[in-house]
């Protein structure tokens, strides 16, 4: 089963009366595979985007439509299993938010 997401960098959270985010870049990969996908494989592909890691690196998703305060954790590998086990249950995208931290 293969699925698509909607990657958003490089923009910035803010509070302006509700969350968003705000900025950046947007990025829709389809056809990734749902038996492959791990959070290593989520990683793969925001290092191929542009997004090294340098720092701390902070990534979020949520189903597409959805709000949000609905965000959760894209930290380790079962989150990355949750992912999956939510696109095949609603069969829709999902949106990944990422943060860069600063590096010190």
Known sequence: MS???VIHSMGSWVNEPQLY????EVHVIHGL???KW???EAMRL???LG???????????????TDFHSLKDLVLDQDAM?????VLTHNCEV???VQMGWVF
């Open 3 to 5: 699925f698509s997401i």
């Open 21 to 24: 985010y705000k900025g950046g």
């Open 33 to 35: 595979d749902a038996n």
């Open 38 to 40: 791990s959070y290593f």
């Open 46 to 48: 925001l290092t191929e």
């Open 51 to 65: 997004d090294k890691g340098d720092g701390d690196l902070e990534v979020w998703w949520k189903g597409k439509g």
């Open 82 to 86: 949750d992912l999956t086990n939510y």
């Open 95 to 97: 949106e990944i938010y």
